[in-house]
């Protein structure tokens, strides 16, 4: 299915956010993730469904001010 | 030194992580100026980006570390990036910024203040920054925020302490609030201001990153700030309108 990956359409075969992660090649790196503008915390990932078109933030530790 | 939600600091001074010129230039920024803070953001991540090695060299700098909602403009947008920051940096310190206007970088205070009122009632001790407005800051203080971050000026101008009567009266109107002013500063000369009128801290990275010797800046900036401190506590002269000679006029010569 397709979902927008940090803005950008991107295709994957997972159906759940865990597995999704791991497809997409971020394997055990330190990010914090968020559906459709919710929150969802790593230890529900594995729970958390992803459908169609949804949108997908995935964050890193960065510089800020 | 400040305290905030029960946690000393060991400096003053609270140093931004962005527009170094490299991460070695970073960490002898503060190293050599002793900072008592860090604060970082969150962004988007590709798959195999560095995030991890940003985050290697942040924990090794062994301060506390401040996150924050950098480039949120919504009270939604910020709670949902504190929550991302709290599990990523294993904190619930939040630098609570929620921006109203792109060229000022003003705060907008309706969306700030319900954005520090969901983050307070969950948990988070949020450090707003908001502005020299003494009801905003009751605002945000009833909304359950122990600490006040009011710009010196516009993010990343330079321009120093824009608003004097506006902070000096803040800081009287909260006398018991930690208070960090944040934003706006260029030099050093101006933190020093800062810690005269009563702030407790200030927190800057602009004004170090891009000086060109990020490290002297840094280290300018604590000592200015160690010199203001002092000098609040050292209770300054009223000053005065008219000329007040300092050497005695008892004893002076007949010349003429």
């Keep these: 299915m397709k979902i927008i990956l940090n803005g950008a ?18 394997g055990q790196a330190r990010v914090a993730t968020a559906v459709n503008e919710t929150f969802v915390p790593t230890a529900a990932r594995a729970q958390h469904a992803l459908a169609e078109g949804d949108r997908l933030e995935i964050l890193a530790p960065r510089q800020g001010g | 030194m400040p305290v905030f939600y029960g946690t000393e600091i060991a400096s003053p001074l609270m140093l931004g992580t962005a527009q170094y010129p490299s991460p070695a230039v970073l960490a002898e920024a503060f190293h050599r100026s002793g900072a008592g803070v860090v604060t970082v953001s969150l962004r988007r991540e590709a798959a195999g980006g560095d995030g991890q090695g940003f985050w290697d060299l942040i924990r090794g700098l062994g301060i506390p570390v401040l996150p924050n909602t950098a480039g949120c403009h919504s009270a939604h947008e910020a709670v949902t990036t504190a929550h991302m920051a709290r599990e990523i940096f294993g904190t619930d310190w939040i630098k609570l910024e929620v921006i109203g206007h792109a060229d000022t970088l003003q705060p907008d205070p309706f969306e700030l203040v319900e954005a520090a009122r969901i ?24 909304a359950g925020c122990e600490v006040l971050m009011p710009w010196g000026a516009p993010i990343g101008t330079g321009l120093g302490l824009n608003n004097v009567y506006g902070l000096r009266t803040l800081r009287a109107q909260f006398p018991e609030v930690p208070m960090v002013i944040d934003a706006g500063l260029g030099l050093p000369s101006q933190a020093a201001q800062a810690m005269e009128l009563g702030f407790d801290a200030v927190l800057l990275n602009t004004a170090v990153a891009k000086a060109g010797d990020p490290a002297a800046m840094a280290e300018g900036f604590a000592r200015a700030l160690e010199a203001g401190r002092l000098a609040r506590s050292a209770d300054p002269m009223e000053p005065r309108d008219m000329a007040a000679p300092s050497t005695p006029v008892l004893g002076l010569a007949v010349l003429e």
């Design chain 2, 119 to 142: 983050l307070c009632a969950d948990g988070f001790k949020v450090f707003p920054y908001t502005t020299e407005d003494g009801i905003l800051g009751g605002r945000l203080l009833d």
């Design chain 1, 9 to 26: 359409p991107t295709d994957i075969a997972a159906t759940d956010l865990a597995t999704a992660l791991d497809e997409l090649g971020y």
